[in-house]
């Protein structure tokens, strides 16, 4: 069974930094791009960024509004994938989910259930 | 960027009847090599993470009911339920995966009328 589980999600200042994981099983994880996708709470959803697998170098690609601040790393031999936020905003806030990337560039299923990053004072 | 405009934001539907959402991407998806539309269909319902529905605009996700479908091209594309049910209650978010940033449209809520 596919499963992705999402953690690391707390409370945490603006400027502040956190490390998002997120554990994968029931699939190859090497072999596959992963995605990050936010959601702000009551809003809807926000792509974040994507790393490729190491047939592809490991490319990763990012929204503007984290360009710079986040940042994508994996560990095949751990199936994870990471997500290190710093120069943390208010608007960060949201559940950040970790999506696998079918062949064709779509997201596929299942989805974690996410976690949630509050950034406040 | 590509931006995705869904309409309409909200939408009520009788039990047994048609919903159509609709999906409006300011530049095409459709990719002119292998002519696929980079267009995917999600529904979220409450307290849950996304679920595809719909891939390449109009292929269905294994298990997907058939009552959902997928259809368009280039810049307009549509998700009609056929028949609406009651678990069909969600948010439904149309997403391009053209190029980067993959954009979502901002979703259409979807309730009974």
């Known amino acids: 069974e596919v499963q992705l589980v999402e953690s690391g999600g707390d409370l945490v200042q603006p400027g502040g930094s956190l490390r998002l994981s997120c554990a994968a099983s029931g699939f190859t994880f090497s072999d596959y791009y992963m995605d990050w996708v936010r959601q702000a709470p009551g809003k809807g959803l926000e792509w974040v960024g994507r790393i490729k697998n190491k047939a592809n170098s490991y490319t990763t690609e990012y929204a503007a509004s984290v360009k710079g601040r986040f940042t994508i790393s994996r560990d095949d031999s751990k199936n994870s994938l990471f997500l290190q936020m710093s120069s943390l905003k208010i608007e960060d806030t949201a559940v950040y989910y970790c999506?696998?990337?079918?062949?064709?560039?779509?997201?596929?299923?299942?989805w974690g259930q996410g976690t949630l990053v509050t950034v406040s004072s | 960027d590509i931006v995705m405009t869904q309409s309409p934001d909200s939408l009520a539907v009788s039990l047994g009847e048609r919903a159509t959402i609709n999906c409006k991407s300011s530049?095409?998806?459709?990719?002119?090599?292998?002519?696929?539309?980079?267009l995917t269909w999600y529904q979220q319902k409450p307290g849950q993470p996304p679920k595809l529905l719909v891939y390449w605009a109009s292929t269905r996700e294994s298990g997907v009911p058939d009552r959902f479908s997928g259809s368009g091209s280039g810049t307009d594309f549509t998700l009609t339920i056929s028949s609406l049910q009651a678990e069909d209650v969600a948010v439904y978010y149309c997403q391009q995966y053209y190029n980067t940033p993959h954009t979502f449209g901002q979703g259409t809520k979807l309730e009974i009328k």
């Open positions: 530049q095409s998806v459709l990719y002119s090599s292998n002519n696929k539309n980079y």
């Open positions: 999506v696998r990337v079918f062949l064709g560039g779509f997201l596929g299923d299942p």
